[in-house]
């Protein structure tokens, strides 16, 4: 299985700027997509931003501009570089971890991100 660890996550205020980091360890496979993802109170969990291992990237609409991911394949870690942000962007915040090869999802247990002043 995959381990996923996360950090970064924190108080801010709006305008401000985050580095969130998310290691993976265990089985990973060399096909795969990590990314971020979040969620908050009363909504669906939503994408945020992917990355391949090729460094194809994918952002949610309202992130556009403002956020950028990142990922060293070396080590199994993804970043996700959060500038500009606004109290709407307060959410809890998962890393993801797709295994493209078998089709298996792995999530950390979160962060919790808030823009507030």
């Known amino acids: 299985q995959v381990q996923l660890v996360e950090s970064g996550g924190g108080l801010v205020q709006p305008g401000g700027s985050l580095r969130l980091s998310c290691a993976a360890s265990?089985?990973?496979?060399?096909?795969?997509?990590m990314g971020w993802y979040r969620q908050a109170p009363g909504k669906e969990r939503e994408l945020v931003a992917a990355?391949?291992?090729?460094?194809?990237?994918s952002y949610g609409d309202s992130v556009k501009g403002r956020f950028t991911i990142s990922r060293d394949n070396a080590k199994n870690t993804v970043y996700l570089q959060m500038n500009s942000l606004k109290p709407e962007d307060t959410a809890v915040y998962y890393c993801n971890f797709k295994d493209l090869s078998y089709g298996m999802d792995y999530w950390g247990k979160g962060t919790l991100v808030t823009v507030s002043s």
């Open positions: 990355i391949t291992n090729s460094g194809s990237t």
């Open positions: 265990g089985s990973t496979f060399r096909i795969n997509t």
